[in-house]
């Protein structure tokens, strides 16, 4: 009996062994490393909550936490602005010799740590910004009590006074479009004492501290014109009075539940992973070192960033994020409706964040009550709504260029929503009614050619014309582009009425104008034209590929359904070539596994994944070393759009089955991933090997028969809503 519970009790610590090497394993996959501070805004990691964005430095000597808040914009209902930064906050350590220096970002639990060694004391922080606390948290531990010796001093980049009161340090001002802003730092400590000056405050031999930080302004977010609200002031200090009765501990494990809650729904294994810095990972990596746990990383990175910057009640991330280091970033740092923030958002649901898209939709319903009110001529349409290409928060414009099949591309997310999910009050309530009167608007635009054939009379194909025009803002009539997304429109518009039993009459209509509209057309040199007329230059490398909507986000052409036009589409886009901007990049992996083209996919991916500073050359499209993604410069749509083209890579279901494995590249023999969705709403793990699918576990939401597909196998099963079920093909 004894020899029997020996063996048992070597048998326990034997599994437990294996679980504790393969949590360990885990988390040296989600994790990013650097061996020492930030010296440059590109080189810090992010945190964010989903308004309250912060760049942390990590600096030993002092340390910078650059933050921004999502509101705080200079535009106007009228006039788009630009995205501000907000301050900075200083903590000026005095530690110049250190040893053992480690900073890293910990993906999985939203929070970023900081080790190293001075004068015999180790000294650790953790940052993070929490949702459920609505606030930014550092806290620091010393080895040996009462070795912890700071300044603490927090700037507006606006320059704008600082008042210390209590254990606070505040700045408030207004920006020139009367908008009120605020942020409030609020410092704890144990052991130790506390001193003020005039515009800092000190910490003398503490134990431990914990520093809190709040922003905010007085806009109200998808107010229509009715944007600007009371001060911020009583808001903010109502959430301090809130942290002062909480310990460290419960902000950090609060913040961490509802965090992993959302990371850890998906999991992907493509290989061993190893703990160097990832600059060096990167670097390896372009020189063609494999390393497919570094394609795994930056496709969490991505889930990563938008659990970071957009939850529900706050405003969709922008085109960096909410992180932003300039007064006048690029492209204003707002929303652009010819593909930027539609990509931003292309991840939400087959990588498993349906909540971080709720943004997204206040912000388009916004855009719509906006745009019907505006007095602008422009934007004054029959039916339904227009928008320019690039809009603000409040849903001000720049008037760089009318973008009229924007609004219907943006209300494809509506009915990818319900796709995903199965909501139907999701879809009577929002989508349904954006879908048509958006609908209405095309019925009424649409004008005849001679042969009785519907065209956009007024078409475009971002951002350029026929003959390599950069920045051809003229109307070119029956732009495919145009023509693709009003049937994309017009095909969701009758699959939800459909869904609905609603507007018989209507789906008649509709089905007549879908019928009728001028589609694909294959041109002399085999490509997919771009134009109406069959003008395309072979040799043009521009970086939208706009005339592929169809194939994706759109699913018009496949390779299964319209095989003619999806050989086009690779012709064209092999036309465009390999070397494009970094969200171009990211759209090419999407478009080639649309077309099942793995390898073609991982070849994009490896464009993409390469340093985007290198000494002498200046910069390029990549990534930049806190992995952000480099038009250039910074434009975070590449990494939403890698992390979904990742996904689209390994499963697909715009078809109506779940298709497995759909465009798997030679260079990920073995693997898993878990949690993705597929449309119905199916929670999809897959398993494979020697490049072959071993196993497949679905668990769909409801009750009912599936088809599902692994190449060209297609079997319908039966799922019991709720249970998982193992099945093979």
């Given at each position: 009996m004894r020899k029997i519970y020996l063996l048992a009790a070597l048998l326990f610590g034997y599994f437990q062994l294996l679980t504790a090497q393969s949590q360990s394993s885990r988390q040296a996959e989600l994790q990013m490393i650097s061996q020492r501070p930030a010296t440059a805004w590109l080189e810090a990691f992010p945190s964010g909550n989903g308004s309250l964005g912060a760049m942390v430095f990590g600096g030993t000597d002092t340390d910078r936490i650059q933050f921004n808040e999502s509101s705080l914009c200079t535009g106007t209902t009228d006039s788009v602005g630009y995205y501000q930064p907000f301050g900075n906050?200083?903590?000026?350590?005095?530690?110049?010799?250190?040893?053992?220096?480690?900073?890293?970002?910990?993906?999985?639990?939203?929070?970023?740590?900081?080790?190293?060694?001075?004068?015999?004391?180790?000294?650790?922080?953790?940052?993070?910004?929490?949702?459920?606390?609505?606030?930014?948290?550092?806290?620091?531990?010393?080895?040996?009590?009462?070795?912890?010796?700071?300044?603490?001093?927090?700037?507006?980049?606006?320059?704008?006074?600082?008042?210390?009161?209590?254990?606070?340090?505040?700045?408030?001002?207004?920006?020139?479009?009367?908008?009120?802003?605020?942020?409030?730092?609020?410092?704890?400590?144990?052991?130790?004492?506390?001193?003020?000056?005039?515009?800092?405050?000190?910490?003398?031999?503490?134990?431990?501290?914990?520093?809190?930080?709040?922003?905010?302004?007085?806009?109200?977010?998808?107010?229509?014109?009715?944007?600007?609200?009371?001060?911020?002031?009583?808001?903010?200090?109502?959430?301090?009075?809130?942290?002062?009765?909480?310990?460290?501990?419960?902000?950090?494990?609060?913040?961490?539940?509802?965090?992993?809650?959302?990371?850890?729904?998906?999991?992907?294994?493509?290989?061993?992973?190893?703990?160097?810095?990832?600059?060096?990972?990167?670097?390896?990596?372009?020189?063609?070192?494999?390393?497919?746990?570094?394609?795994?990383?930056?496709?969490?990175?991505?889930?990563?960033?938008?659990?970071?910057?957009?939850?529900?009640?706050?405003?969709?991330?922008?085109?960096?994020?909410?992180?932003?280091?300039?007064?006048?970033?690029?492209?204003?740092?707002?929303?652009?409706?010819?593909?930027?923030?539609?990509?931003?958002?292309?991840?939400?649901?087959p990588t498993n964040l349906s909540e971080c898209h709720f943004p997204y939709f206040d912000w388009v319903e916004n855009l719509a009550a906006v745009n019907k009110q505006s007095n602008d001529s422009a934007l004054k349409v029959p039916a339904g709504w227009v928008a320019y290409s690039t809009n603000n928060i409040m849903g001000g414009p720049s008037k760089w260029r009318m973008h009229r099949p924007g609004s219907a591309w943006l209300v494809q997310h509506f009915w990818e929503h319900y796709a995903y999910t199965g909501d139907t009050s999701f879809l009577r309530q929002r989508a349904f009614p954006l879908l048509k009167e958006i609908v209405q608007y095309w019925e009424a635009h649409l004008v005849k050619r001679a042969d009785g054939k519907l065209i956009t009379p007024d078409g475009w194909s971002p951002e350029h014309g026929p003959g390599k025009k950069e920045g051809d803002k003229r109307p070119y009539p029956g732009a495919s582009y145009d023509q693709q997304i009003v049937y994309d429109l017009f095909s969701n518009y009758l699959a939800a009425a459909a869904v609905l039993k609603t507007d018989e009459v209507m789906q008649q209509q509709v089905t007549m104008l879908r019928g009728n509209l001028v589609g694909p057309q294959v041109g002399k040199w085999g490509q997919l034209q771009e134009w109406m007329e069959d003008v395309d230059d072979s040799t043009d490398h521009h970086r939208h590929s706009s005339h592929l909507f169809a194939v994706y986000p759109g699913h018009w052409i496949t390779p299964q359904q319209t095989p003619a036009w999806a050989r086009a589409a690779e012709r064209s886009?092999?036309?465009?070539?390999?070397?494009?901007?970094?969200?171009?990049?990211?759209?090419?992996?999407?478009?080639?596994?649309?077309?099942?083209?793995?390898?073609?996919?991982?070849?994009?991916?490896?464009?993409?994944?390469?340093?985007?500073?290198?000494?002498?050359?200046?910069?390029?499209?990549?990534?930049?070393?806190?992995?952000?993604?480099?038009?250039?410069?910074?434009?975070?749509?590449?990494?939403?759009?890698?992390?979904?083209?990742?996904?689209?890579?390994?499963?697909?279901?715009?078809?109506?089955?779940?298709?497995?494995?759909?465009?798997?590249?030679?260079?990920?023999?073995?693997?898993?991933?878990?949690?993705?969705?597929?449309?119905?709403?199916?929670?999809?793990?897959?398993?494979?090997?020697?490049?072959?699918?071993?196993?497949?576990?679905?668990k769909a939401s409801r009750t009912g028969t599936y088809a599902v597909r692994y190449g060209n196998i297609v079997k319908q099963f039966l799922l019991e809503g709720g249970k998982p079920h193992s099945i093979h093909l």
């Open positions: 906050i200083y903590v000026r350590w005095g530690h110049l010799d250190t040893s053992h220096y480690q900073r890293r970002l910990l993906l999985n639990s939203g929070v970023q740590e900081i080790s190293y060694d001075h004068e015999g004391t180790n000294y650790t922080r953790q940052y993070f910004v929490s949702y459920p606390d609505q606030a930014f948290i550092m806290h620091a531990n010393a080895s040996r009590r009462g070795k912890i010796n700071v300044e603490i001093m927090l700037r507006d980049v606006r320059s704008s006074g600082i008042q210390v009161s209590g254990p606070r340090i505040t700045f408030a001002g207004d920006l020139r479009n009367t908008m009120k802003y605020e942020a409030i730092v609020q410092v704890m400590h144990t052991g130790g004492r506390m001193q003020r000056t005039d515009s800092s405050l000190v910490i003398q031999q503490a134990d431990e501290l914990t520093l809190q930080l709040v922003a905010g302004t007085n806009f109200k977010p998808f107010s229509g014109y009715h944007y600007l609200g009371d001060a911020p002031h009583t808001k903010l200090s109502a959430q301090l009075d809130k942290l002062l009765k909480k310990p460290f501990k419960q902000l950090q494990t609060a913040h961490s539940q509802d965090f992993s809650a959302l990371f850890n729904r998906v999991a992907l294994h493509l290989g061993a992973t190893n703990e160097s810095p990832v600059t060096e990972r990167l670097l390896a990596y372009s020189k063609r070192a494999e390393d497919p746990a570094f394609e795994a990383l930056l496709f969490q990175y991505g889930r990563y960033l938008l659990i970071s910057s957009s939850r529900k009640g706050g405003l969709p991330a922008n085109l960096q994020g909410i992180w932003n280091n300039e007064s006048k970033p690029a492209w204003y740092s707002q929303y652009t409706t010819n593909i930027n923030i539609q990509m931003n958002y292309w991840l939400a649901e886009l092999l036309a465009r070539g390999m070397e494009s901007t970094g969200w171009s990049t990211a759209w090419r992996i999407n478009i080639w596994a649309r077309l099942g083209e793995g390898n073609y996919a991982h070849e994009q991916m490896k464009r993409l994944i390469r340093p985007a500073i290198s000494a002498g050359s200046g910069e390029k499209s990549g990534l930049y070393p806190n992995l952000f993604d480099a038009h250039p410069p910074f434009q975070i749509d590449g990494n939403f759009g890698y992390t979904a083209g990742v996904a689209e890579m390994l499963l697909q279901s715009h078809e109506g089955a779940i298709h497995l494995l759909p465009a798997l590249p030679d260079a990920w023999p073995e693997g898993y991933v878990k949690g993705l969705k597929s449309r119905g709403n199916v929670t999809v793990d897959i398993y494979w090997s020697g490049h072959q699918l071993k196993k497949a576990v679905l």
